[in-house]
């Protein structure tokens, strides 16, 4: 279990039960990356300046971790 911030648990959650989407480079992405909890799909949106990333089974592993039985309903596109 890593100590995550809570913006951070908020992404993940967010990922976990809405599937791929588009954010801005920036630290906290580049954390989670570098965790393993997120991946990118290597799909970018030029217009938004963002890049897709989705989450990884390590990543909804961290959330089961942080809140038990917490329903990660994982969307693949």
Do not use: W
């Amino acid at each position: 279990m890593h100590k995550l911030a809570p913006n951070i648990i908020s992404r993940l959650r967010y990922l976990s039960t809405m599937g791929p989407r588009f954010y801005r480079a920036s630290v906290y992405m580049r954390r989670m990356e570098k965790l393993g909890l997120v991946a990118t799909t290597g799909r970018l949106d030029p217009a938004f300046d963002g890049v897709e990333y989705k989450i990884t089974d390590a990543g909804c592993a961290e959330l089961e971790v942080q809140y038990g039985s917490f329903p990660t309903r994982r969307i693949e596109s």
